[in-house]
């Protein structure tokens, strides 16, 4: 597509599997990539399918069944299992974990 458009390089954002294919993307071609935006890139830092066992099929099944009592605890063992060990950002974890509780 950049190669018809004439555009020898260009700045990429990608969101989820955009994020995705742009990771992928920057690192086939990194000299066609000025700069990359990687927002919530599925499947770029951890496996798809570990992902969903620790927090979408929790989330889901949290949805299903509201007044499961220790829906808060799997939720944030999730997240934990998300940061993998790095230091917490309090501002973006409490945002996300009120997301994961209460959104739907």
């Known amino acids: 597509m950049l190669d018809g458009l004439g555009v020898p390089e260009t700045h990429l954002v990608g969101a989820s599997y955009g994020g995705f294919l742009s990771a992928g993307l920057a690192m086939d071609m990194p000299d066609r990539i000025r700069r990359l935006v990687l927002i919530d890139p599925a499947a770029t ?7 969903y066992f620790h927090l979408f099929i929790p ?19 999730g997240m934990n299992w998300l ?22």
Do not use: T
């Open 45 to 51: 830092f951890h496996a798809i399918v570990p992902f």
């Open 59 to 77: 989330k889901f099944l949290s949805l299903l069944f509201p007044q499961v009592p220790f829906k808060r605890q799997v939720i944030r063992r």
């Open 83 to 104: 940061r993998n060990g790095l230091p917490a950002d309090p501002l973006w974890e409490d945002l996300f974990f009120a997301a994961m509780v209460h959104g739907a």
